[in-house]
T-cell receptor, first 113, second 116 residues
Framework: EAGVTQFPSHSVIEKGQTVTLRCDPISGHDNLYWYRRVMGKEIKFLLHFVKESKQDESGMPNNRFLAERTGGTYSTLKVQPAELEDSGVYFC???????????FGSGTRLTVV | AQTVTQSQPEMSVQEAETVTLSCTYDTSESDYYLFWYKQPPSRQMILVIRQEAYKQQNATENRFSVNFQKAAKSFSLKISDSQLGDAAMYFCARSFSGAGSYQLTFGKGTKLSVIP
């Protein structure tokens, strides 16, 4: 089966601009997660979708971040307006159900200058 | 805050030797899961091994095994017969069943180098 796909793989934007990251989960995986790793720090949970619904968005840092999952398929994470501290690697992961570990994508490296 | 601690930022091992990566965690839950993920350079994270906290038997996957000490909240990863392809960042993670979410809490990672 195809893995979790994220694009772009890299994005460099200026402070104040908008960026949209996309994640295509494995087909049939109802659960989709977004995580972020800021340089030198731990990977942090952002939010969790079950199909098209937000199950848990407790990790979203502020209202500049907007996540959507259209029809329970792919997901987008929009940052508007981007700030310097938003730089990092954004990971998407998906799973069928339960607590069995996820399949991660390769990540999007976002640099805000 | 419930945390996961990996005290070794970097480690190295000779090819064919054995290395142990340490991980401790904090949790107030009695039922949870622990994971080790591997991220090779410029590649995606892959699941190496998974341990269910209610199982006392240590998980094993080929050359990878864990030493799970529930009372001590310790979850170390042992890699036997190390290979060049084992060079990667290794992340320890614990699941947290908040809001039915099964979100993961990660450690900062250990960078493992394998010396030929």
């Amino acid at each position: 089966e195809a893995g979790v796909t994220q694009f772009p793989s890299h994005s460099v934007i200026e402070k104040g601009q908008t960026v949209t990251l996309r994640c295509d989960p494995i087909s049939g995986h109802d659960n989709l997660y977004w995580y972020r790793r800021v340089m030198g720090k731990e990977i942090k949970f952002l939010l969790h979708f079950v199909k098209e619904s937000k199950q848990d968005e407790s990790g979203m840092p502020n209202n500049r971040f907007l996540a959507e999952r259209t029809g329970g398929t792919y997901s987008t994470l929009k940052v508007q307006p981007a700030e310097l501290e938003d730089s990092g690697v954004y990971f998407c992961a998906s799973s069928r159900s339960g607590n069995y570990g996820y399949t991660f994508g390769s990540g999007t490296r976002l640099t805000v200058v | 805050a419930q945390t996961v601690t990996q005290s070794q930022p970097e480690m190295s091992v000779q090819e064919a030797e054995t290395v142990t990566l340490s991980c401790t965690y904090d949790t107030s839950e009695s039922d949870y899961y622990l994971f080790w993920y591997k991220q090779p350079p410029s590649r995606q994270m892959i699941l190496v091994i998974r341990q269910e906290a209610y199982k006392q038997q240590n998980a094993t996957e080929n050359r990878f095994s864990v030493n799970f000490q529930k009372a001590a909240k310790s979850f170390s990863l042992k890699i036997s017969d190390s290979q060049l392809g084992d060079a990667a960042m290794y992340f320890c993670a614990r699941s947290f069943s908040g809001a039915g979410s099964y979100q993961l809490t990660f450690g900062k990672g250990t960078k493992l180098s394998v010396i030929p």
